[in-house]
T-cell receptor
Framework: DTGVSQDPRHKITKRGQNVTFRCDPI?????LYWYRQTLGQGPEFLTY????????KSRLLSDRFSAERPKGSFSTLEIQRTEQGDSAMYLCASSLTYRGYSGNTIYFGEGSWLTVV | GQNIDQPTEMTATEGAIVQINCTYQ??????LFWYQQHAGEAPTFLSYNVLDGLEEKGRFSSFLSRSKGYSYLLLKELQMKDSASYLC?????????FGAGTTVTVRA
């Protein structure tokens, strides 16, 4: 078990460029989440997938953000036309849930730092 | 919606005990998590409470009172490596809502 892995770990981009982050969840975890965290704050929920289906998107996720999980395994988060306010750490997490079990530990990846200049 | 409050900072001496309180108001509840986060790193899971009472795990214990919307994380025998941010998070089915975190500084 290699844990949740994210790539790239750091990205510096110019305003207006597009960026894409990749997340590989823990093997066989059926739920995958994206969170965003800025300095001094706790992570904020962005979106989540149950297998390949994207079941909720936060209002924080503007139209410039899109996430996919095409085969129910890895996921990508793309930000188009980046703005300076997008600078943050983007965290991916995964968990295993099954019918009748309401609690599930969510395991986080090491995060992808985005700096928009 | 969710409202989760925890102190911003706490300082303690190596070997001492520190208790981090968390109060919450939430529209749905499937459990309460505590995570540890070192600067520049991802949160790592510490504990999970879904029923009232105390869960003990080595030097770390976590307590939950659902009727009071209250939890605490107890760190015993503090070590320098425990200096980190501690995040309280409420689970509502599929997602976690986090507090802003409590930065604990352990002094020699």
């Amino acid at each position: 078990d290699t844990g949740v892995s994210q790539d790239p770990r750091h990205k510096i981009t110019k305003r207006g460029q597009n960026v894409t982050f990749r997340c590989d969840p823990i093997s066989e975890h059926n739920r995958l989440y994206w969170y965003r965290q800025t300095l001094g704050q706790g992570p904020e929920f962005l979106t989540y997938f149950q297998n390949e289906a994207q079941l909720e998107k936060s209002r924080l996720l503007s139209d410039r953000f899109s996430a996919e999980r095409p085969k129910g395994s890895f996921s990508t988060l793309e930000i188009q036309r980046t703005e300076q306010g997008d600078s943050a750490m983007y965290l991916c997490a995964s968990s295993l849930t099954y019918r009748g079990y309401s609690g599930n530990t969510i395991y986080f990846g090491e995060g992808s730092w985005l700096t928009v200049v | 919606g969710q409202n989760i409050d925890q102190p911003t900072e706490m300082t303690a001496t190596e070997g001492a005990i520190v208790q981090i309180n968390c109060t919450y108001q939430t529209s749905g509840f499937n459990g309460l998590f505590w995570y540890q986060q070192h600067a520049g790193e991802a949160p790592t899971f510490l504990s999970y409470n879904v029923l009232d009472g105390l869960e003990e795990k080595g030097r770390f214990s976590s307590f939950l009172s659902r009727s009071k919307g209250y939890s605490y994380l107890l760190l015993k025998e503090l070590q320098m490596k425990d200096s980190a941010s501690y995040l309280c998070a409420v689970s509502n089915d599929y997602k976690l809502s986090f507090g802003a975190g409590t930065t604990v500084t352990v002094r020699a």
